[in-house]
């Protein structure tokens, strides 16, 4: 075959331009330090690139972003629960207090003011919030555990469930009590059975809330039995007051009826009744109106099922469920996606930490201690008064006597209701205590489960990170060692180019 000097030129020309193509490409490597710059270049390093980005973006948010979110809520839940275990404790601490016999009127006095102040912040570590979210309200993120501001407009229907082994509970009642003389008249005219202190004791069922508007509905299930109990037999009086006065001026309650006070929240049951319902360990169920919540009370829908009725237009009332029909707690978990295929709850939910009753708890002690100061203060005016001349006379004496007989009663009535009932309530102190203790071992498992998994994402991002550096990018020592080569051999190709040019078949006639 003839070659030509045309088809040399033509040949080195190809040559040339191939090594200066290398030349360019170990250049773009060099620059970019990454193997290819186009897909078509690599097919394969393309789609595994791809498809090692891919993971490693996910990876990211995942360790970037999911997980110290997660970590954010769960330390923002851990500190309010610590922070309500310290609330619960100094109550229980009141309530150890108050249990004691040896209680001056100064020691009554301190335990009022730290309950009243207590009182005060119950459920304030339940409003919580991580940035602008409350933590302890399930789904609605967007709503405070308690109502802020008093709302004596809102108005609910509240479903509430019973135990009659776990939520029946005796409660002392007092009529009567000394009502203070005024003048030398009002001594003389000491009445023993208008001064008289009487005590009665029945068990209760107490609602979470005072100043209910009416009971709607009181049934109970025993086995698969359900009875409903209606008027008469089941009455509501407005206060202690009215209960009184309807029944002979004592606290007096049939064996076979049930008594609301709309004020105190308070279902008190017949001895027979209780008797039954405990017995049969009865299930009871509860439908109450409530209108007008004040601040700091819980919302309802957190706790129960309810409808909030405080739209006018039936059509805009409000239904939330709480348990299914069933009998379930409905739960309302928020779920992060921490890694692949793994998602973790984040919330408790305020109905396994705070307690509804907490707060009718503090409520009854302080009122107790209220009653326990008046009877003391009467003690105390009484003797202060056999003491001024114009009480010195035997005949006065003697009257003062019958009062202060009659005040220390009621204060010794005082004082015995401070102490049950306070050593009642270390126990409701401790039974809180140990639900808030079982709500911090489970955001510590939380917490445990998220630091694995973050120690595990984190090291799967090293090891996609350093799969896609080895798939995407070049080695720079061996890059600057194969450019070298090829520019070498660019100008190589170009020397022999030019000679080339200079040679003829004219050269050789």
Known sequence: MRVTNNMIMKSSQTNVNATKINVNDKNNQMTTNKKISRPSEDPVIAIRSLRLGTTLSKLDQYYDKNIPDAQSWLETTETAILNMKSLITDIRTQCVNGSTGTLTADDRNTILSQLQALQKQIYSEGNADYAGRTVFTGFRTNSTLTFTDDELSTKYEITQKFSAIEDMGEMRYYTGGVKMPATEADVRAYDKDANDTKETIYNRIRLPYDSIDTVTSFKYKIGDTETEITAPTLKIYDDEEAWALDNGNEKKVPDDSVYVIKNTGEIVLGKTIATTLKQGKADITVDYDKSGFNSGELRPEFYYDCTDKTNPTQANWINYKRYDDKGELIRYDIEYNVAANQNLGVNIEAIDVFNSNLIQDVG??????????????????????????????????????????????????????????????????????????????????????????????????????????DNDDVDLSQIILDYTSAYTAYQASLTAASKLGQVSLLNYI
């Open 364 to 469: 009854d002690m302080i009122g107790a201690i209220n009653k326990a100061i008046n009877a003391h203060d009467k003690i105390d005016k009484i003797k202060g008064m056999m003491k001024e001349n114009q009480y010195a006379t035997d005949d006065y004496q003697a009257k003062l006597k019958e009062w202060l007989e009659a005040a220390q009663k009621e204060a010794d009535y005082a004082d015995d209701n401070v102490q049950k009932l306070y050593s009642a309530y270390i126990g409701h102190a401790d039974s809180y205590l140990s639900d808030i203790s079982l709500a911090i071992t489970k955001v510590g498992c939380k917490s445990d489960q998220l630091s694995i998994t973050e120690d595990r994402v984190g090291n799967q991002q090293s090891t996609v990170s350093k799969l896609q550096s």
